[in-house]
């Protein structure tokens, strides 16, 4: 049992910590991973358009394992791009060497607990059959 004034809050959004893992770092588990997004040289703009591709389930995991790892990520207008667990995409930013959402969210899912292995029966998302109906 914690008393109020003993709550640690995150440095990242002021929310209260509440596990001795966050507590020790300072950082809840999403601001960790932005932190880490951070380190990695991705925008803060591109970390928040990230957050959001994972939240509305626009990243499942293609094939391979490790550090082979492809996913497909949905970018905007219901495009598909292939994007690596490396960073690597085959969107517009991605060809041209630069980093992208796309990467970051990748790197994100990876992460995350929504990324425990969810088999897929697609070979594309079932967004793409709508848009292209
Ligand atoms: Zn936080
Ligand atoms: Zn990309």
Do not use: W
């Not at 991973?33 to 591109?46: E, I, P, T």
């Amino acid at each position: 049992m914690i008393a109020s004034q003993d709550i640690v809050r995150c440095k990242g959004c002021h929310r209260p910590l509440r596990t001795a893992a966050t507590i020790a770092t300072g950082f809840g588990p999403i601001c960790a991973r932005r932190q880490h997004l951070v380190a990695a040289g991705y925008s803060s703009g591109q970390i928040t358009d990230a957050i959001e591709l994972v939240e509305l389930g626009g990243v499942i995991h293609l094939r391979g394992t490790g550090d082979r790892r492809v996913y497909l990520t949905v970018g905007s207008k219901g495009v598909v791009h292939r994007t690596a667990i490396t960073g690597q995409c085959n969107c517009h930013a991605g060809l041209i060497g630069k980093r992208c959402h796309h990467g970051a969210a990748v790197a994100l899912y990876a992460t995350s607990a929504a990324s425990r292995t969810v088999r897929v029966a697609y070979p594309m998302p079932p967004a793409t059959y709508i848009a292209a109906a």
